[in-house]
């Protein structure tokens, strides 16, 4: 199959049985069906019009049978053009036929491929050159046994048969390319959609590394410079603080080996590990408590009844809102409030204005940062259908503040 052929959705074998303009729309070349039919109806055509040259030949003078034959054979040549100028062949076929009875039958094949291709006022034009044809006709060669009124009726009986015929095949094969085209658009749509969730899976998979990673790393880094600050401290001070760099290394290894299982098809596991919710929040705070950052926590309200996804974000905003004060606000005090506000879940992370003095694992300046985390907070707060604020207030504490509605 042909890279034209697979676009439209036609094996080569099918394109062959198709009228030229249904198998590819691009590619205006006939196809077999095309050559057979066009064979057939020549021979058609001119088998019709041999039988009325036969009917009338005793009007026939030699001199006009030679004239009628050669217009016939004209018309049945022009019959070739027919696809491309369905009207201006079906006119001049039409008129062909109104001196010519081996032209009628052309003239007929003419009409019902005007019927398929051309536009209204091309077809009204046919019909007219037709009718106008056949009532010629029939007043150039009249026939002794038929009266001219009857003679013309049965002109335009068969022209009327034909032309429905020919709006017959019209119709079908609007319906053929309206539902390719709706087919071709469906499974666009559906690739779309496809490429959207394979990128939405991406944004959550990179919030969720940095949420998870970057809360870890920080807390590595407060910890390796707590041991670079003070080098003189204690052998027990130290054995416990490498005891927690190596815990935080193990847990965030594990964080991001569950991540990357996302990633993997055919994963063993098969289901994503469980998520944090708004209680492990005391957890979180009693880690970064264990970095020696100074944190007050607050919970209010009945936080059983937070439902978990709003909990699974509440837990992420003070993730973001712990790690960014390590990162920026090394050994201020935090104050963390999380409480149930009617049909609200209200979550504030605040840094106090920075201290004078030095805070373990400030030695090698603030941690990088370059913003992301809060833009994918945002966006996880919106997808919620909260609210998120942040930046200084008037004291100059940095505020991060959210609220998310309990019925999102």
Same mark, same amino acid.
């Given at each position: ?25 691009? &590619?205006?070349? %006939? ?88 536009? %209204? ?30 003679? *013309? ?9 034909? *032309? ?47 949420? *998870? ?18 080098? &003189? ?10 005891? *927690? ?58 936080? &059983? ?10 837990? !992420? ?17 935090? %104050?963390? !409030? ?71």
């Amino acid at each position: 199959m042909s890279a034209g052929d697979q676009e439209a959705g036609v094996a080569t074998w099918q394109r062959r049985l198709l009228p030229g303009e249904l198998g590819r729309p691009d &590619d205006r070349r %006939r196809s077999a069906r095309d050559w057979a039919v066009d064979a057939c109806a020549l021979l058609l055509a001119w088998l019709i019009g041999a039988g009325i040259l036969f009917d009338a030949w005793d009007d026939h003078g030699a001199g006009l049978v030679a004239v009628d034959v050669a217009l016939g054979v004209v018309a049945g040549l022009l019959l070739w053009w027919r696809r491309p100028h369905p009207t201006g062949v079906g006119i001049a076929v039409g008129a062909l036929s109104a001196v010519s009875g081996l032209a009628v039958g052309p003239a007929l094949v003419a009409l019902f491929n005007a019927a398929i291709r051309s536009s %209204r006022r091309g077809l009204a034009a046919v019909l007219a050159a037709q009718a106008g044809a056949s009532v010629a006709y029939a007043l150039v060669y009249p026939d002794a046994q038929d009266p001219l009124a009857l003679s *013309v009726a049965i002109g335009l009986l068969v022209t009327a048969v034909v *032309v429905g015929w020919g709006l017959f095949i019209r119709a079908r094969r609007e319906l053929v390319r309206s539902l390719r085209e709706r087919a071709a658009r469906l499974e666009a749509e559906q690739r779309l959609r496809v490429e959207q969730a394979r990128e939405a899976e991406r944004r959550r998979i990179a919030r969720e590394m940095h949420d *998870v990673l970057a809360h870890r790393v920080s807390l590595l880094s407060v910890h390796a410079g707590a041991l670079e600050f003070r080098p &003189d401290a204690p052998p027990e001070e130290i054995a416990q603080a490498a005891g *927690v760099i190596r815990e935080t290394a193990r847990a965030a290894l594990e964080e991001l080996r569950a991540i990357v299982g996302v990633l993997r098809e055919g994963d063993e596991a098969g289901t994503e590990p469980p998520q944090p919710t708004l209680a492990d929040v005391p957890a979180l705070v009693e880690e970064g408590r264990a970095a020696g950052a100074r944190i007050d926590l607050e919970l209010a309200g009945d936080l &059983d009844a937070v439902p978990a996804a709003i909990g699974r974000a509440a837990y !992420r905003i003070v993730q973001e809102g712990l790690t960014n004060a390590r990162k920026h606000a090394p050994g201020a005090a935090v %104050r963390v !409030r999380v409480a149930v506000a009617g049909p609200q879940l209200a979550v504030s992370v605040v840094n106090r204005a920075p201290v004078a003095v030095a805070a373990p694992g400030a030695a090698g300046g603030p941690l990088p940062g370059a913003g992301a985390g809060l833009i994918g907070l945002r966006e996880r707060v919106e997808l919620a259908g909260g609210r998120l604020s942040h930046g200084p207030d008037a004291a100059g504490d940095f505020v991060l503040e959210a609220t998310l509605p309990l019925s999102a």
